[in-house]
């Protein structure tokens, strides 16, 4: 996923905004020196295990979903960005519209950290959910949930650095995983 072009739209309007504003006023200040980013985290390894947490705790907050109560999606939306966070605020929507409701758990199976290079600003993960004791059912307590889905979704997922906040922001279906042994 890519950060919402919202927020980098006006990050970049402010800044032409402040730029054309000193080129006008009569006295230009001196630059100050550039500072050299520094890596949101200390090693790889740290950067991984960052992400896991992170998804972790999307897997956690996830299970606590009632699809009757929007406010218990927010602490999805704490932990996303980007077209992952729309995608679910879509789904979260149309479930409630249709007054549906998520039983069970999902459970994190495998997290493996796949690439992370610094700064650390984007970290990708293949991640393996199990949902075999989850599902979804309509208002008769019918299962919706199509009868040939996989009890291991694989996922490679990616995270954004987005400040100072890590962020799940993409992921897509990763079909060649080894999830299936997890």
Not at 137 to 165: C, H, M, Q
Request: glycine share 4%.
């Amino acid at each position: 996923m890519t950060l919402p072009r919202s927020k980098s739209t006006r990050i970049r309007m402010l800044t032409l905004l402040a730029l054309t504003a000193a080129a006008l006023s009569a006295c230009t200040p001196t630059p100050e020196p550039t500072p050299t980013p520094t890596a949101a985290f200390a090693s790889e390894e740290e950067a991984f295990a960052a992400a896991e947490e992170v998804y972790r705790a999307y897997n956690d907050a996830l299970n606590e979903v009632d699809v009757s109560d929007a406010s218990t999606f927010e602490a999805l939306y704490a932990l996303t960005s980007g077209d992952f966070e729309a995608a679910d605020r879509k789904t979260f929507s149309q479930l409630q519209a249709e007054n549906y409701t998520l039983w069970g758990e999902a459970r994190v199976a495998l997290f493996q950290g796949k690439e992370a290079t610094e700064p650390y600003k984007e970290i990708t993960a293949l991640v393996c959910v199990d949902v075999s004791n989850s599902g979804i059912s309509d208002e008769k307590g019918r299962s919706v949930v199509p009868s040939d889905r996989p009890d291991i979704n694989a996922l490679r997922v990616t995270f954004v650095n987005a400040g100072g906040d890590l962020l799940i922001d993409h992921a897509d279906r990763e079909e060649s995983s080894s999830c299936a042994s997890s």
